[in-house]
């Protein structure tokens, strides 16, 4: 949260530094890599069900068409985040608290304006964190007093940001548009086991 203390630099590591890549490179990446290891990668499915035989694995799915799909496998991985379907599917319970706070992650549209590559600001407002995410874009991490206990469905606008990126800097900031922008929580929740069938 704000990534300060820690020093990235004194893992035993031979990348000695922080790499920041928007998701969808990441994501490119992993697929190009899947896709060489012979990988077939289905989008715009939506898993409606999941059914283990015992020896193996059915999935369900609703692809872009409305079409029902099948696929067989030995078993599901479900690396599908924090609202995991696959997770709700297999009936595993994701025990934990509630977050006590609301913070906001946003991707402005901007050349980011610091120097340093890193702009950090924290005081009575709140906290926030914002480095460079690419061409032209500015990722802003922060928690604003104001809208800690925001809903996370209440959407991020560009005024509100203006408005809490220069409180918590001290200066007038002006973003003009954001190319995303979303609510978090530090909810802390854990499945209550790993495997199931």
Not at 7 to 13: G, L, P, Q, V, Y
Not at 29 to 40: K, M, N, P, R, Y
Not at 161 to 166: D, G, I, M, T, Y
Request: proline fraction near 4%; include cysteine.
């Amino acid at each position: 949260a704000g990534m300060h203390p820690v020093d990235w630099t004194a893992r035993d590591s031979r990348f000695g530094f922080t790499l920041f890549l928007e998701q969808y490179e990441t994501e490119k990446i992993l697929a190009d890599w899947a896709a060489e290891s012979g990988v077939q990668i289905l989008f715009e499915h939506d898993v409606t069900g999941i059914e283990d035989n015992g020896t193996s694995v059915a999935v369900e799915a609703v692809n872009a068409h409305g079409e029902t799909v099948k696929i067989r496998a030995d078993y599901v991985v479900g690396a599908d985040g924090g609202r995991s379907i696959t997770r709700r599917l297999m009936k595993i319970a994701f025990d934990g608290r509630n977050g006590s706070f609301t913070g906001v992650i946003a991707d402005a549209e901007m050349p980011f304006p610091w120097k340093d590559g890193l702009a950090v600001g924290h005081n009575q407002n709140g906290w926030l964190s914002a480095f460079p995410f690419g061409p032209e874009l500015t990722r802003i991490v922060m928690v604003h007093a104001e809208g800690r206990l925001a809903s996370k469905d209440t959407p991020v606008t560009v005024e509100e940001l203006n408005k809490c990126v220069s409180e918590i800097l001290g200066e007038d900031v002006h973003i003009p548009a954001l190319r995303s922008a979303s609510r978090y929580s530090d909810a802390k929740r854990i499945a209550d086991k790993l495997r199931s069938g």
